[in-house]
């Protein structure tokens, strides 16, 4: 539906050019749209939408070609970085991205994501971490915190019986093949502006031929946690961000000198995001 803008106003808001003008299927109170919307904006201020190739895998994260205007490759579940690596290696002209849920990055993929992040592939991964296995009933997922309750651990998960939470994002921040690291939130309208930063400097670095880069994004399941939506979003903001703390975890590009882009195209600044919340550290 095309809308005409009356002359001499400002428009303040608008749907991005890459965000596809469809109703969402998400459940109410659903992050994802969240997250399609920063990576649109973002992919489109950039200048990269002809010329990016996703990768979504199965879970929630597989609709992401249903609202974003770029081309995408479906991968079987937890492979997309292999897939994104295969892209990469016969088009080097493309910008590479996966779109992946935590059941998927986390659980069946961790092979997978591992060493695309140690061989430092030039890859972008956004990282969308709800705690649960939202499409297939609510079961406990890798990234569960300890005491939630899930179809598969009704009475909380137990250290002692079901591991502890994997804390992904920290343990790929260790490898040098990872050029940057940052986790963010859609819990409220900072954080939103907070995780579009890390997305756009997480596409520069892979314009700048720096490395592996990944943002994790802590999002809220309604329907899978069993609340309503705005219970949900407090307990994002008051429990899960404090167990996995937004903010800049590693970033290797403050001192790492640019390689060489694989391809002539779109190009970016270098330079840290301004106001972020923390400060990077080499873990």
């Known amino acids: 539906m095309s809308v005409t803008i009356p002359e001499g106003a400002r428009v303040v808001f608008g749907r991005p050019e890459l965000l596809l003008d469809r109703t969402t299927h998400y459940c109410p109170g659903c992050g994802h749209g969240v997250v399609h919307r920063l990576v649109a904006e973002v992919l489109g201020e950039l200048g990269l939408g002809p010329r990016t190739i996703a990768v979504a895998p199965v879970g929630c994260a597989?609709?992401?070609?249903?609202?974003?205007?770029?081309?995408?490759v479906e991968a079987p579940h937890g492979r997309a970085p292999a897939v994104a690596t295969g892209i990469r290696r016969v088009r080097p002209e493309a910008f590479v991205l996966t779109y992946q849920g935590d059941g998927d990055l986390a659980a069946i993929g961790t092979g997978e994501i591992v060493h695309a992040?140690?061989?430092?592939?030039?890859?972008?991964?956004?990282?969308?971490?709800?705690?649960?296995?939202?499409?297939?009933?609510?079961?406990?997922?890798?990234?569960?915190?300890?005491?939630?309750?899930?179809?598969?651990?009704?009475?909380?998960?137990?250290?002692s019986l079901h591991g502890y939470p994997v804390p992904m994002t920290e343990m790929l921040a260790v490898l040098p093949g990872v050029a940057y690291a940052a986790r963010g939130s859609v819990a409220?309208?900072?954080?939103?502006?907070?995780?579009?930063?890390?997305?756009?400097?997480?596409?520069?670095?892979?314009?700048?031929?720096?490395?592996?880069?990944?943002?994790?994004?802590?999002?809220?399941?309604?329907?899978?946690?069993?609340?309503?939506?705005?219970?949900?979003?407090?307990?994002?903001?008051?429990?899960?961000?404090t167990a996995y703390p937004p903010g800049v975890i590693v970033d290797r590009t403050a001192s790492a000198p640019a390689a060489p882009a694989p391809a002539a195209g779109a190009t970016a600044a270098g330079g840290a995001a301004p106001g972020e919340p923390d400060a990077p550290a080499e873990r």
């Open 188 to 241: 409220d309208s900072v954080a939103i502006g907070r995780t579009k930063r890390y997305l756009r400097r997480a596409c520069e670095v892979q314009l700048e031929g720096r490395g592996f880069a990944i943002v994790e994004v802590i999002s809220n399941c309604p329907v899978g946690w069993g609340m309503t939506p705005q219970a949900s979003i407090e307990r994002l903001k008051e429990v899960v961000a």
């Open 62 to 72: 597989v609709f992401a070609y249903e609202y974003l205007g770029v081309d995408f």
């Open 117 to 159: 992040a140690a061989r430092g592939e030039l890859l972008t991964a956004v990282f969308v971490n709800n705690g649960i296995y939202g499409m297939t009933g609510g079961q406990m997922a890798p990234t569960t915190l300890l005491g939630q309750r899930s179809t598969s651990t009704p009475l909380g998960r137990e250290a």
